[in-house]
């Protein structure tokens, strides 16, 4: 179930796909009596004017089957059709991609058809036919590739990507261990300032990333903004999720600082930082409290305890975390697309497989997209299991 | 009376940190229950703060009674008040004076206190560098709660407050989440009760349960053989299967919605929640693989082969020893899966296209528009939160221990 669409990917990504070739190809025809019926004898021609609707693919054995008005004398047919009674079934073969073509039935005027005219529209021609299915013809291309990487924004989408992924997985890391530490004292009311702290990595992605963006929005109607407004630290409000960046200036240099990929990592820091707190916790829980006093006797201070006793025993299970959360963090999807869309410098790999795919709807270059994120985890995952392998499981 | 040493010196600026920490959090506070502008004095906190601490850790622990302390927050107050100009909220003491009152007394309480708690046992003398370590230590873990706990909190503070409120009052005054019980039940929840008549939420809540629920059922039927196999069997391959299965944790979503996508479309499986049934499970059993693995792996093998002494056969040693043992585990498992279930967006964001089969976050993702008013996307919000939330808390030891039980080994 997952090595099949992954198998699948690779395969579209070779492919040139959009959208819209997902819907099947279709043949298209427009039903018409060419000519005036008079008078008795009268001769006209019923049109059927026929078309691929797919500009990319074939269809293949294609059979049209339409009912001609009762009281019409039939004058002549198309030669690929046969008439059987009122019947006419026509074996048209196959139709290359776009292609359109006409089919003519001759007819005549009965006296029995002028008094009761009948248009030939009443009844839909009805096909029949094999559509070619665009994902599995033999159709290949290496357009989707080429068009990834000569993006003008590819490397700025990667390096947003890994500063994204950094920052955010060492900053929940961090955090957690900060929260594991104040869980880990006893004090009234811990359970219920446990249960809060894990709230955000529990609740929908959707709520709370919704719940951000309304309480930082910059409009009337931002809390924050109001409040900073309130307490005098800005003048005006700050978009943000919507500002690239601000320079900044410092010892005369100048940095520019993205605003939007920041607060979209603080984000991230702020929805993940309770599972790494859960796993340090526990971790911190079972350890022997032996050691410790030991510690405690010969004069350690809290400090030197946290460094040298607490610390090298967290770090396994830290590592194992740091692996782990980098590479869902990589991964993440939705709470950069909830958060600002991909907008203002946060367009990370994975947004911008949804982008090539969806937005721009071209289903072959986000495959190819989705592929070049795929090798850069197969590429982590091969360092982190050879520079850790102790510390798995 | 000890000569007032470090600890002394250090608890006059945590005194007046903490002054100018409470300052600001109690007038937000105020600020947000009444709706008026107040303004946070952080310097004239500051320098209250100072006082009060001055006054308690002048003394030895032994003698910070109660009283002391009420007289340290009397004079915190009186210092606010005279620095301040008599606005120790930075409004006149006449507007709202009760609700004033009552703020500043929290305030002064909450300074005292957690300066108390800071210099507990030790000052106002001398002391070594272990217990100048255990004095910041406090005052830095005191701060970091206060702080985890205000970011933590404030956006689902301003999530249920918004749902609340209407439109204009939020446009017009972002800041007062004031609630007028005045107003009734009927006025004050509106848009839960829009968000069930009108935009269908009772439909979105069904499917939702609906799907998570499967997706559990599916998962742990597929999950619970498969772990004992990797943990207890032995067969060829089994050493690449039990890794393939932490790689397949890693790959990532985005990278399957597209095959996945194309390939339901021409299913016909796309709009509907059978397509869903297929993708979660996919997504929760290398999750509910790795975890139970781990925890049949701690189950003592001796106690399955003691039941295989006695002749039980294997199906109904998994039945009557492990499974029972690994009771805790399975239902942090299901815990996990349902939550994962309830709150995936992505798959159920493109795949879902008929109102009628919407989950929760797919019906919420709907509201995201500017036609909708923002207090009926909090409601929404704040319905899919409530029971995913209600459920983990309620199951929250559970959980702990079996989510870490997988992984974590002394």
Redesign the interface.
Same mark, same amino acid.
């Given at each position: 179930?997952?090595?099949f669409?992954?198998f699948?990917?690779v395969?579209?990504s070779f492919k040139p796909?959009t959208l819209g070739d997902?819907r099947?190809p279709s043949i298209l025809a427009n039903e018409r009596l060419m000519g005036d019926l008079e008078v008795v004898g009268d001769e006209a021609e019923i049109r059927y004017r026929l078309r691929n609707s797919s500009r990319k693919s074939g269809i293949d054995d294609v059979v049209m089957a339409d009912v001609l008005p009762r009281d019409l004398e039939i004058v002549s047919v198309d030669a690929r059709c046969t008439l059987a009674d009122r019947t006419i079934r026509c074996d048209l073969g196959d139709y290359a991609p776009g292609q359109r073509e006409d089919v003519l039935v001759g007819v005549a005027a009965t006296s029995a058809f002028l008094d009761a005219p009948e248009d030939v529209k009443d009844t839909d021609p009805v096909f029949d036919y094999v559509p070619e299915?665009i994902?599995t013809n033999d159709d290949f291309t290496l357009e989707n590739f080429r068009r990834v990487f000569n993006a003008s924004d590819f490397w700025t989408v990667l390096w947003a990507s890994m500063y994204y992924t950094v920052a955010g997985t060492v900053g929940a890391l961090v955090m957690g261990l900060?929260?594991a530490?104040?869980m880990n004292?006893a004090f009234p009311g811990r359970s219920v300032? %446990?249960?809060?702290?894990?709230?955000?990595y529990?609740?929908?992605?959707?709520?709370?990333a919704?719940?951000?963006v309304?309480?930082l929005d910059p409009g009337?109607? =931002?809390?924050l903004n109001?409040?900073l407004v309130?307490?005098?630290v800005t003048d005006g409000p700050i978009n943000f999720l919507g500002q690239r960046a601000v320079d900044i200036r410092f010892f005369g240099l100048t940095f520019e600082f993205p605003v939007a990929l920041t607060v979209v990592i603080i984000f991230e820091i702020?929805r993940y930082f309770p599972l790494a707190m859960?796993?340090i916790l526990? %971790?911190m829980q079972?350890m022997s409290t032996d050691i410790y006093e030991a510690a405690e006797i010969d004069?350690a201070?809290?400090?030197q305890q946290f460094r040298f006793i607490s610390l090298p025993q967290l770090m396994g299970?830290m590592a194992?975390l740091f692996l782990l959360r980098f590479?869902?963090t990589?991964?993440k999807?939705?709470d950069i697309f909830?958060l600002t869309g991909g907008a203002a410098g946060t367009r990370t790999l994975?947004v911008n497989?949804?982008e090539q795919?969806?937005a721009v709807s071209n289903?072959g270059a =986000?495959?190819a997209v989705?592929?070049v994120?795929?090798l850069v985890?197969l590429c982590f995952?091969v360092i982190f299991f050879k520079f850790s392998p102790e510390d798995?499981? | 009376m000890t000569r007032p040493g470090n600890i002394f010196f250090l608890c006059l600026g945590f005194g007046a940190l903490w002054g100018a920490i409470w300052t600001?959090i109690v007038t937000?506070l105020a600020?947000f229950v009444s709706g008026i502008?107040f303004?946070?004095q952080v310097t004239s906190g500051a320098l209250a703060g100072l006082v009060a601490a001055i006054l308690l850790v002048w003394h030895r622990p032994a003698r910070r009674t109660p009283a002391l302390r009420m007289l340290s927050g009397l004079a915190f107050v009186l210092v606010l008040a005279a620095v301040s100009g008599a606005e120790p909220l930075g409004q006149p003491l006449g507007r709202y004076a009760f609700g004033q009152l009552l703020f500043v007394v929290i305030l002064a309480a909450a300074v005292v206190q957690s300066l108390h708690i800071t210099a507990r046992d030790l000052g106002p003398g001398r002391e070594k560098?272990?217990n100048v370590?255990?004095l910041c230590?406090r005052f830095l873990?005191g701060g970091?709660?206060v702080a985890?706990?205000i970011?933590?909190?404030?956006?689902?503070f301003?999530?249920v407050m918004?749902s609340l409120k209407n439109q204009q009052l939020?446009?017009?005054n972002?800041?007062d989440f004031s609630i007028d019980f005045g107003l009734g039940a009927g006025t004050l929840l509106r848009s839960y009760i829009e968000l069930f008549s009108e935009y269908r939420f009772g439909t979105y809540l069904l499917n939702s349960t609906l799907v998570s629920i499967a997706t559990v059922a599916i998962t742990l039927f597929f999950a619970v053989p498969g772990a004992y196999a990797v943990a207890r069997l032995r067969f060829p391959g089994q050493k690449f299967l039990s890794r393939s299965i932490?790689?397949?944790y890693?790959?990532?979503?985005?990278?399957?919605?597209?095959?996945?996508?194309?390939?339901f479309?021409?299913l016909g499986l796309r709009n509907t929640l059978w397509g869903l049934l297929?993708v979660y499970?996919?997504?929760t059993?290398?999750v509910a693989l790795y975890m139970l693995q781990?925890y049949f792996r701690g189950i003592p093998a001796e106690l399955e082969e003691a039941g295989l002494m006695d002749g039980l056969g294997r199906f109904d040693v998994i039945r009557k020893i492990t499974l029972p043992l690994a009771l805790p585990a399975l239902a942090s498992v299901a815990l996990y899966v349902f939550?994962i279930a309830?709150?995936e967006?992505?798959f159920a964001f493109?795949f879902l296209d008929n109102v009628d089969l919407y989950t929760?976050?797919r019906g919420?993702?709907e509201l995201?528009s500017s036609e909708v008013p923002?207090q009926h996307?909090?409601a929404?919000?704040?319905i899919?939160?409530v029971p995913?939330?209600a459920l983990?808390?309620w199951f929250?030891r559970f959980l702990?221990a079996g989510?870490?039980a997988?992984?974590?080994k002394?």
């Open positions: 179930m997952v090595l669409p992954l699948a990917n395969w579209i796909v997902l099947a299915n994902l900060f929260a530490q104040l004292m300032l %446990r249960g809060l702290f894990l709230s955000p529990v609740a929908p992605v959707i709520a709370v919704l719940a951000w309304l309480l009337p109607g =931002g809390t109001a409040l309130q307490l005098g702020w859960l796993f526990a %971790r079972s004069g201070t809290p400090l299970i194992v590479i869902w990589f991964n999807f939705d909830l994975t497989v949804y795919a969806f289903l =986000g495959a989705a592929v994120v795929f985890l995952s798995e499981a | 600001i937000l600020l502008a303004q946070p560098r272990y370590e255990v230590l873990k970091g709660l985890f706990t970011a933590v909190a404030l956006p689902f301003v999530m918004m939020l446009l017009s972002p800041l932490l790689l397949i890693m790959v990532p979503m985005i990278v399957l919605v597209i095959p996945l996508y194309a390939i479309s021409q297929f499970p996919a997504t059993i290398p781990g939550m309830w709150n967006f992505l493109m929760l976050s919420i993702a995201n923002r996307l909090m929404g919000a704040v899919a939160t995913v939330l983990f808390l929250e702990v989510l870490t997988g992984s974590v002394g």
